[in-house]
Structure formats: C-alpha cells, structure tokens
C-alpha cells in the first residue's frame, strides 16, 4: 500500500486511534505508575483510571496528545529498559511474549513507518522467524501488506529450501524489515534475500542494534530506526 491513510472512513479511523490510546496506556502501566503518567500527560490519576479499565474512552484530541507523548522514543526507551529490569520479565524474548508490550512497539513501529516513508509505496514486509514476527505481524496487518519469512542464523534449515517458491511476496516488491534484534550475522541472510527476489528495501526496524557499524553495509537509502542502545 501507499503510506497515507488507509481506505476506511473517517469514523472508524477516529475510533481506530482512541482503541489504541488505551491499549498504549495499559500495554505502558507494566512498567509506569499513575502518578508517573498523569505527571507526564498532564491528566489527573482518576482519568487515567477510568481509561485503563474501558469505563470511558479518550476522545480524538486527547488520544492524540496521548499517543504523541507515549510513542515517543525517550518513553519507548524507558519502557524497554524498566521491564528488563523487572524481575518478572528480566529479557526481550519474556517482554515480547506479553501481547499487549508487543502491540505497543509495533504501533511505535508503525507510526515511525508512516511519518518516515509518507507517501512512499510499501507491498510487503519481511522478518526472520524469531520474536521479530510477533512485531511484524501487528505492522503488516496495520498497512495491510503481506509478510514474508527470511532466513536467519536462527533457522539453518532454510539453506537446504528454495525459498523463492515458499515466500507470500512477489519479487521486486517495496519492502520493509522488522527485526527484533539486528546483528551483524543477519546481514548476509537479509542480503541474500532481497537479492534473491529483487526486493527494493525502504527501512529497517529493530529493537536492539547489536552493532552500529553495520549500518554502513546497508544501503544508503535504507532508513534504519532503532531503540536500544
């Protein structure tokens, strides 16, 4: 699809944002407390409340302040590194085996997509099978393109497939990345494939960059976006 709005009315795109303020503001009360979040937002605790447990729901320019402030890199950050720290999750893969923390990145995911590649063409999307897919999945059915599993070093046992033949996406398609983590030994397998099926690569995104030099081995056109470090 192209990055603009999606074709649905305008109703159900203002009820689409205001479900997903308060999916952010549950998904991001695993790691904040309310006195942190209406410090931070500037609404009183018994707002929030109300919010939190679906007795009301924002309305459109709130939700907007909302998840302006919340889908912020500085407070995606924080959020990451707070639950890492937190005994009950302590690792990326425990954080993103609760699906309302993976919704909640790949909406920040998402909406860097939007606002970095507004009006370019997008027709697929590509991940390794690893918990990369758990974010992939709520980004592709955001822009309502097909997904794609690449190999990895993870999966040793696609380098005895013809892959081509396997894949949901058509060669030469405009195509976006999405990684969990993002080391230097994905490199070779991501080349591979975008040589592979003539894939004309927009961004990468990744949670964790392993390796900031590998950055020069992409592509200059490639815009990457990065959490951690």
Not at 116 to 129: E, F, K, M, S
């Amino acid at each position: 699809m192209k990055i603009l709005k999606r074709g649905f009315s305008r109703k159900y795109e203002d009820l689409r944002l205001r479900i997903d303020c308060v999916d952010v503001l549950v998904a991001i009360k695993e790691a904040f407390r309310y006195i942190e979040l209406s410090s931070m937002l500037d609404l009183p605790v018994s707002t929030l409340s109300k919010y939190y447990h679906g007795l009301t729901i924002p309305d459109k320019e709130t939700s907007k302040r909302i998840l302006s402030k919340l889908l912020s890199r500085e407070i995606v950050k924080d959020f990451i590194h707070r639950l890492i720290r937190n005994k009950k999750y302590g690792s990326l893969v425990k954080l993103l085996s609760n699906p309302l923390i993976t919704n909640y990145l790949s909406l920040y995911f998402y909406m860097k997509i939007i606002d970095r590649l507004a009006g370019t063409n997008v027709t697929a999307l590509i991940a390794p099978p690893d918990t990369s897919v758990l974010l992939a999945l709520g980004i592709a059915f955001r822009l309502d393109v097909p997904l794609a599993l690449i190999q990895s070093t993870a999966t040793p046992i696609y380098e005895s497939l013809e892959l081509v033949r396997e894949v949901g996406i058509d060669k030469g398609s405009s195509t976006i990345a999405i990684y969990s983590i993002l080391g230097r030994e994905c490199i070779p397998y991501l080349k591979k494939f975008i040589e592979l099926l003539k894939l004309d690569l927009k961004f990468i995104g990744t949670i964790i960059l392993v390796d900031r030099p590998i950055l020069n081995e992409l592509p200059k056109k490639v815009t990457v976006e990065y959490l951690l470090p």
